[in-house]
Every structure is written in structure tokens, then in C-alpha cells.
């Protein structure tokens, strides 16, 4: 206890000796400022690097956002493309008959595509389309590229445009990223054609657009 009280009283003199004018040089009452300063400054220039990393980060994925924009848009071009393609009433009768012949189509693809839109199940025809373009490539470097893309915007589960897939096609697809090829995501394309053929495709053939559009297409096929 005694020592406790010595070691207060020791503090107590301490802080007031501090409070009494003139008992501190000027430099002495500065220093410690300008240590307190310098340990800003020091985290200043650290938040400064910091700053100069993070806008070196977001350049970079602005660059990313164009490149994926450029290659969106080829994947997706020949989409719109179709969409302002007119079918025949031979064609529009045709995709009836199966699927195959839906999709081969690019007037189909287009229609089936609109449908998709209003079933928010549209991520599934341009996971398609992607690796319909995907698979033609042959450069190494832009396969792996767009191979990180496509993964990124479809296969991902972080991705709202992520397709339904089972765990077992991800298990290859990613095997199949260590060292990305044009046939990377071939499993996985012929899952999502497999379920917009059982799923969505009864049901377009059964929905108004695509009636009013037979029914249209039919019209104009007996006016001409």
C-alpha cells in the first residue's frame, strides 16, 4: 500500500508540474505535437499510397469494364442483330417442331430470346451465345481471357446473372479453368440448352408472343 501511494503521488506531482506556467520549454511543450503530427503525417502518406494503390486498382477495372463491355457486346451483337430480323411463316412453323430448329434459326434465337427477357431467364440464352462464340476461338491468351469472363459473369455465384448449373458441372468447369480451353465450358452449355429446352421452350410455344407471331407472320404469308 505504501508504495502504491508514493507511485500516486509521484503522478500527482508529475501533472502538476505540467500545469504550472514556465516549467516546460516552449520546445519541449512543442515536441510533442510535432510528434503526434509527424505520426499522422506518417499515416497520411501511408493513406496517400493507399490512395495512389486504390486508384490504381480502379483504373485497372475500368480497363476490365471496357474489355468486358467490348467483348459483351460481340457475344451479345449477333443478338441484337437477330432481333431485327423478320421470319418467314416456313420458319416460324418450323420452330415448333423441335428445338434445334428453334435455335438454329437466328430469328428464333432472337424471339425465344425476347421471351426469356419477360421470364428474367434471359442470362441463359447469352451464357449460350457466349460460349457458341467461345468455342471458335483458337488464340490461347484471348481464351483465357474470356474464359475468366465468362466464368465471372455466369458461372459465379456472385454474379447476378449466374446460370443454374449442378455440382458436378462445376467440378469440371473448375478443373477445367486451371488451364482454360475453347471447350472449357462445353458441359456446361449443353446443360443450360438441355434446360431451356425441357423448361422454357414448352412454354414459349405455348405463350401469346409466340402465337400472335405465327398468327402475323401466316397473314402476311397470304397478302403477299
Known amino acids: 500500500m505504501g508504495s502504491e501511494r508514493m507511485e500516486m503521488r509521484k503522478r500527482q506531482m508529475s501533472v502538476q508540474q505540467e500545469l504550472v506556467p514556465g516549467t516546460t520549454a516552449p520546445g519541449q511543450n512543442e515536441q510533442p505535437s510535432q510528434g503526434n503530427r509527424g505520426s499522422n503525417a506518417c499515416c497520411f502518406c501511408w493513406c496517400c499510397c493507399c490512395s495512389c494503390s486504390c486508384l490504381t486498382v480502379r483504373n485497372e477495372d475500368r480497363d476490365e469494364r471496357n474489355r468486358r463491355a467490348s467483348y459483351d457486346f460481340k457475344a451479345e451483337g449477333n443478338a441484337d442483330f437477330e432481333e431485327s430480323l423478320k421470319p418467314t411463316a416456313e420458319e416460324v412453323c418450323l420452330w415448333g417442331q423441335s428445338f434445334d430448329k428453334l435455335m438454329h434459326c437466328p430469328a428464333g434465337r432472337s424471339a425465344f430470346r425476347q421471351f ?3 421470364e428474367f ?9 457466349a460460349c457458341e462464340e467461345f468455342s471458335k476461338e483458337t488464340n490461347k491468351s484471348i481464351i483465357e481471357e474470356k474464359a475468366r469472363i465468362i466464368y465471372e459473369d455466369y458461372i459465379s455465384i456472385l454474379s447476378p446473372k ?3 448449373l449442378d455440382s458436378r458441372v462445376r467440378e469440371v468447369i473448375n478443373r477445367n ?3 482454360p480451353t475453347s471447350h472449357t465450358f462445353d458441359d456446361a452449355q449443353l446443360q443450360i440448352f438441355t434446360l431451356m429446352q425441357r423448361d422454357s421452350y414448352p412454354r414459349f410455344m405455348n405463350s401469346s ?7 402475323t407472320v401466316s397473314e402476311q404469308s397470304v397478302e403477299s
Open 116 to 118: 426469356l427477357r419477360t
Open 121 to 129: 431467364s434471359e442470362e441463359n440464352m447469352l451464357f449460350w451465345l
Open 162 to 164: 449466374e446460370v443454374s
Open 177 to 179: 479453368m486451371l488451364e
Open 209 to 215: 408472343a409466340y402465337k400472335n407471331l405465327l398468327k
